[in-house]
């Protein structure tokens, strides 16, 4: 059997279906597992071992449709679902299993506040699509792997943070879900250990500011690492505090304990952090509270506002990120730190 899974971005979103992609190897005999993503997704799941061939769309969707056509494939396991995936699936007209993207929930929680969204989280939902196949959660949570020659010097990182330190992710794919710098720097300062700062280049300025207020206690590697090897130092770490972005599902594929800080997104949305299951839990899909925190602005009327955020808060208030209790946050993370060491 040939299985070709679909899943385009976001790099959260795609570490989401590993679960799935891992248990569709592991349960069917002799299944060979293709994937196609974006282009620029490529490192998320270019070292993934239940992947026997991968895929990658740019700009030229008929190409793509081509090269497809000339695999032949079993079924189509669509997990994005939207106009692209259905051009896919036409073209290539062999079975299809598409996961439930509650498309119309999402709307009225996000835009009218009626929660209708069952609770199934994402990954959930990507491992129910596969159920006509046998296929079933086997609980042992989210998948990143690294390429063998990913790796970090000593002299990568500041001598001060060998012993261990608290990875901050302060990136994030919109400003909505991100914490002003203030509050960062808070934070920080009330961190008890050393703090790693984790993001792109787009956040390596933000990052001299928050870094700015202690430069021996907080190294900023916004920018200064490839994808992959940011992901080595989320592993490395004893804890991570990470906004509504990729780096959060990354820490949970390593177990980290994490501190997820809620803006524009919610974990209502079935986003939220995921992790191996235990157990009588395993059926139920039911996730060990004790691995994390979800930090959140309680009683906030327009909460979520999107499902992926936004340049700028539609109220303008930003109440969702300014309100967020850094004292609480900390001290979680603070605890965190103290029960890896």
């Given at each position: 059997?040939?299985?070709?899974?679909?899943?385009?971005?976001?790099?959260?979103?795609?570490?989401?279906?590993?679960?799935?992609?891992?248990?569709?190897?592991?349960?069917?005999?002799?299944?060979?597992?293709?994937?196609?993503?974006?282009?620029?997704?490529?490192?998320?799941?270019?070292?993934?071992?239940?992947?026997?061939?991968?895929?990658?769309?740019?700009?030229?969707?008929?190409?793509?449709?081509?090269?497809?056509?000339?695999?032949?494939?079993?079924?189509?396991?669509?997990?994005?679902?939207?106009?692209?995936?259905?051009?896919?699936?036409?073209?290539?007209?062999?079975?299809?299993?598409?996961?439930?993207?509650?498309?119309?929930?999402?709307?009225?929680?996000?835009?009218?506040?009626?929660?209708?969204?069952?609770?199934?989280?994402?990954?959930?939902?990507?491992?129910?699509?596969?159920?006509?196949?046998?296929?079933?959660?086997?609980?042992?949570?989210?998948?990143?792997?690294?390429?063998?020659?990913?790796?970090?010097?000593?002299?990568?990182?500041?001598?001060?943070?060998?012993?261990?330190?608290?990875?901050?992710?302060?990136?994030?794919?919109?400003?909505?879900?991100?914490?002003?710098?203030?509050?960062?720097?808070?934070?920080?300062?009330?961190?008890?250990?050393?703090?790693?700062?984790?993001?792109?280049?787009?956040?390596?300025?933000?990052?001299?500011?928050?870094?700015?207020?202690?430069?021996?206690?907080?190294?900023?590697?916004?920018?200064?690492?490839?994808?992959?090897?940011?992901?080595?130092?989320?592993?490395?770490?004893?804890?991570?505090?990470?906004?509504?972005?990729?780096?959060?599902?990354?820490?949970?594929?390593?177990?980290?304990?994490?501190?997820?800080?809620?803006?524009?997104?919610?974990?209502?949305?079935?986003?939220?952090?995921y992790y191996p299951l235990t157990g009588l839990d395993t059926a139920a899909g039911k996730n060990d509270m004790d691995m994390y925190f979800n930090s959140i602005v309680p009683n906030l009327p327009c909460q979520p506002c999107s499902n992926y955020g936004s340049k700028q808060c539609p109220q303008g208030h930003f109440a969702c990120m300014r309100q967020q209790n850094i004292t609480t946050i900390a001290a979680?993370?603070?605890?965190?730190?103290?029960?890896?060491?």
């Open positions: 059997m040939r299985l070709l899974f679909i899943r385009f971005s976001s790099i959260g979103d795609i570490v989401f279906t590993t679960p799935a992609i891992r248990a569709a190897k592991q349960q069917l005999p002799g299944v060979e597992i293709h994937f196609l993503t974006k282009s620029s997704m490529k490192a998320v799941t270019e070292a993934n071992p239940y992947i026997d061939c991968f895929h990658y769309f740019d700009k030229d969707l008929g190409a793509t449709i081509n090269e497809l056509q000339t695999v032949g494939f079993d079924y189509v396991i669509d997990l994005h679902k939207n106009l692209r995936t259905l051009k896919i699936k036409k073209a290539l007209g062999v079975p299809s299993l598409s996961y439930h993207k509650l498309s119309w929930q999402k709307l009225l929680l996000t835009k009218l506040h009626i929660n209708f969204m069952p609770t199934r989280h994402i990954s959930d939902r990507c491992l129910d699509t596969l159920a006509p196949l046998g296929v079933v959660n086997d609980g042992k949570g989210l998948d990143y792997f690294l390429p063998d020659t990913i790796q970090l010097s000593p002299a990568d990182l500041p001598a001060l943070h060998s012993n261990g330190y608290i990875a901050l992710v302060i990136g994030a794919s919109f400003a909505s879900k991100k914490l002003p710098i203030a509050q960062l720097q808070d934070l920080c300062t009330q961190l008890k250990y050393p703090v790693v700062l984790i993001g792109g280049k787009e956040d390596a300025l933000e990052g001299e500011q928050v870094a700015s207020i202690d430069p021996i206690k907080i190294f900023n590697a916004c920018g200064k690492f490839s994808l992959h090897q940011s992901a080595l130092l989320v592993k490395q770490s004893k804890t991570v505090i990470s906004h509504d972005t990729g780096f959060l599902y990354i820490a949970c594929a390593y177990h980290k304990r994490t501190v997820a800080i809620w803006g524009a997104t919610s974990p209502a949305l079935q986003v939220g952090p979680k993370a603070n605890g965190y730190y103290e029960e890896a060491k």
